[in-house]
């Protein structure tokens, strides 16, 4: 059974930096697309970053210049860089997998951003 187990969340005041991991058991884990997603409360999850099989990122608007989305193939795990952060950066964090109708999510990590 694929597995996708975020860790990293925590409490931080703003302008402090967290770092998201996400652990996949996945066979052939390079060939996926890997992104991450966040849902404040009472709002629509909403993307936040992906990086393709190939390293190509892209980044929403609202974290470009802040946050980082990296991917280690031989560990089997996407990273999430996030710096600058503020209290709109309050959300549950998700992991996500891609690849072809496989499509994989984890369960989330909380960040907390106190201003």
């Known amino acids: 059974q694929v597995q996708l187990v975020e860790s990293g969340g925590g409490l931080v005041q703003a302008g402090g930096s967290l770092r998201l991991s996400c652990a996949a058991s996945?066979?052939?884990?390079?060939?996926?697309?890997l992104g991450w997603y966040r849902q404040a409360p009472g709002k629509q999850r909403d993307w936040v970053a992906s990086i393709t099989s190939g390293g190509t990122t892209n980044y929403a608007d609202s974290v470009k210049g802040r946050f980082t989305i990296s991917r280690d193939n031989a560990k089997n795990t996407v990273y999430l860089q996030m710096n600058s952060l503020k209290p709109e950066d309050t959300a549950v964090y998700y992991c996500?997998?891609?690849?072809?109708?496989?499509?994989?999510w984890g369960l989330g990590t909380q960040v907390t951003v106190s201003s």
């Open positions: 996500t997998a891609r690849l072809g109708a496989n499509d994989y």
């Open positions: 996945l066979t052939i884990f390079r060939l996926y697309n």
